[in-house]
């Protein structure tokens, strides 16, 4: 069950890790006040539940750290994982009253939370709030549409160099670093949660990392710990252009 947790949770909007990406990411002094009295922060074990697609949906929040799914059911049971939430993504929506996919913790995950009445009484009243997340939704939506293309047009080499150039450029920029040369994270997915959200076998996600990993692309420490040597030559393998873009 989630529980607030404050030992884990940063002190201060200030300090948090964040912050820079946030939701409230262009707000001032007197209105992060205003977050800080209303703000509480959950933790969720790996494999929690944060909230199930349908249910009465209270509260809203970013994710600190850790990294969860969305996924939708069909009526035949069958779940397809449609997207994932990863530090600083923003989970809920101000005036939706249920949740329209579940929300799964992958690892284990830390969120800074608000209960969704103040933070919408919040965010009428400071525009910051209501255009960052403005620009958060759009960016939300260009990023399901590549998506898409990802997953009808590109190769599996293309699709598994693709989605370890998307958590190396979330990573170099929670960090404030250029997501250029030689970068270095940790995978926080397993190779069956890969395959899952890629459309593919277990056995090809494995084989297509161990080609990878063969050809110099990445470099593996353990399962989870990948160096990329040259950012630019993972992009290039990806189908996509300096700037994590599709290319034509």
Known sequence: MACEDMDMAPLHCNDCPIRHRAVCARCEGDELERLEEIKYYRSFEAGQTVIWAGDRMDFVGSVVTGIATLTQTLEDGRTQMVGLLLPSDFVGRPGRMTAAYNVTATTDILMCCFRKKPFEEVMYKTPHIAQRLLQ?????????REWMLLLGRKTARE?????????????????MLEATGQMAFDLPLTREAMADYLGLTLETVSRQISALKRDGVIRLEGKRHVTVPDMDRLLLEAGDDSDGGFLA
């Open 136 to 144: 958060m939704t759009l960016d939300e939506l260009d990023a399901a």
């Open 159 to 175: 699709k598994i160099a693709s989605l370890l150039s998307i958590v190396a450029r979330r990573d170099a920029s929670i960090k």
